[in-house]
């Protein structure tokens, strides 16, 4: 399956430490996006890469979260210090750009649960 | 500033009925996209459609057919002859011209009855 794949799928941490997700893109994606969802919420875009390069964050993106993506496929997202409120699904999307759909294909997500 | 509203939190409908969802959007832009997304049980987000704001025919596709007014700002989906497998949140988002941000709606859970 070449779709967009997360790790982990689910992760449950303590209050303070810090927690990291993967994510792989389809692989000729250049583009690559991360949303937060929480519960009985639609998910909120926190931010995107073409290529390595960052191109847009959202001001939810606080400065506990970092997000890489260093060679341009794979994508990390670091949480540091976590709090209660970071309890959520984070998702990861790739699209191709440019291309006639603008479509972004979304993972399966990364669960976070913190006590 | 953008904003979808999809009014309907939950619907809950008996096999082969229609249904239909609203979705009402906002933005200042003149070009924008709009997109419907599903979101089963497993929790992956699937697209289904995508309009430009320069395109308001309608499109059908199956048994779902979409009816994008612009005067109403509304892009509305309907599913006709509903089946159980169309059980899911569904998700409408918008995507203005000079972002690659969707902003999405809060979702509306349907349920189909057997």
């Known amino acids: 399956d070449t779709g967009v794949s997360q790790d982990p799928r689910h992760k449950i941490t303590k209050r303070g430490q810090n927690v990291t997700f993967r994510c792989d893109p389809i692989?000729?994606?250049?583009?690559l996006y991360w949303y937060r969802q929480t519960l009985g919420q639609g998910p909120e875009f926190l931010t995107y890469?073409?290529?390595?390069?960052?191109?847009?964050k959202s001001r939810l993106l606080s400065d506990r979260f970092s997000a890489e993506r260093p060679k341009g496929s794979f994508s990390t997202l670091e949480i540091q210090r976590t709090e209660q409120g970071d309890s959520a699904m984070y998702l990861c999307a790739s699209s191709l750009f440019p291309s006639a759909n603008n479509e972004q294909f979304f993972g399966p997500g990364t669960r976070l649960t913190v006590l | 500033a953008q904003k979808v509203t999809q009014a309907q939190t939950e619907i809950s409908v008996v096999e082969k009925e229609d249904v239909t969802l609203d979705c009402v959007y906002e933005?200042?832009?003149?070009?924008?996209?709009l997109f419907w997304y599903k979101q089963p049980p497993s929790g992956e987000l699937v697209f289904l459609i995508r309009?430009?704001?320069?395109?308001?025919q309608n499109e059908i596709s199956g048994r779902y057919s979409w009816n994008f007014q612009k005067s109403t700002s509304s892009f509305n989906f309907t599913i006709t002859a509903s089946q159980v497998v169309d059980s899911a949140v569904y998700f409408c988002a918008l995507k203005e011209g000079g972002s690659e941000k969707l902003v999405f709606g809060k979702g509306t859970k349907l349920t189909v009855n057997p």
């Open positions: 933005t200042r832009d003149t070009t924008y996209y």
């Open positions: 309009r430009n704001s320069f395109d308001e």
């Open positions: 692989s000729e994606h250049n583009r």
């Open positions: 890469f073409q290529n390595e390069a960052q191109l847009e």
